[in-house]
């Protein structure tokens, strides 16, 4: 999607859509919401995917080996378990409530396998692009227990987990990412509102997983499984109806402006760099 109409003040829904059932990996089932014909991008998120299944067939084949280079990927776990590893040798286990954030930057190759075999997995995996001049930067994983992603109560009935980002005097303990992302798991009680200040200049969706939500000054209706795309402003208003609460992620980052090229699990800037990680991939150098 180009760039959005900036409105002063509360943030407007611009569209609104659902994801579309996909297969990955090994033949692991999700809903794709974002990297779709549907919605291609969203600058700078490349591509959302929701997994969530208590059906062992629809994920125990997991996503074996596998390269990228050129963007970033979150991995934020609701319920269930799932380990990574990769070929310079980092491992980890990530369990529910968990994010592991991975730079993936000059290139790497690596593995999710989920660690069970019965039982929810649920999450989501989120692909957030790099600026040029950070492409081809070294790799590196922020993994980050449940236990270090600090709760803020926001009001009487509304809560949030802060992953990145800064929210009511909280900051998240993802640093040092070129996009600036925010990324919230935002909650709230049947009947509940509140208004969430956001950088003017992000771009930034909600994507509702659990109830349904009221978005923007006209109070749009987003359901669970919707997406919704924000206009530009300062802030967001956002109600959970009498009859349902509401949980949703808030994500949002810089947009970067830059061509894209894509394929796969490779996004640069040019069809040159595209054909050159490629190259690298199958000589071994990633």
Known sequence: MGTTVIAEGSRRVARKLRGQRASDGAGVRMTRIIGTPLLDHFDPF???????????????????DHPHRGFETVTYMLAGRMRHGDNQGNTGLLGPGSVQWMTAG??????????????LLWGFQLWVNLPAKDKMTAPRYQDIPAERIPEVELGAGVRARVIAGALGGIEGPITAV???????????DAGTSHVLAVPEGHNVFVYVFEGEAEIGPDRQRVERGEIALLEHGTRIELRAPAASGARMIVVGGRPLNEPIARYGPFVMNTEEELLQAFADYHAGRL
Do not use: N, W
């Open 106 to 119: 000059r290139g790497i190759v690596h593995s999710e396998f989920p660690e069970q075999v019965e039982g």
């Open 46 to 64: 490349l591509l959302l995917d929701e997994f969530r299944s208590d059906d062992p067939r629809d994920y125990v084949a997991g996503f074996p």
């Open 178 to 188: 070129a996009t600036e992302p925010l990324y919230y798991d935002l909650s709230l």
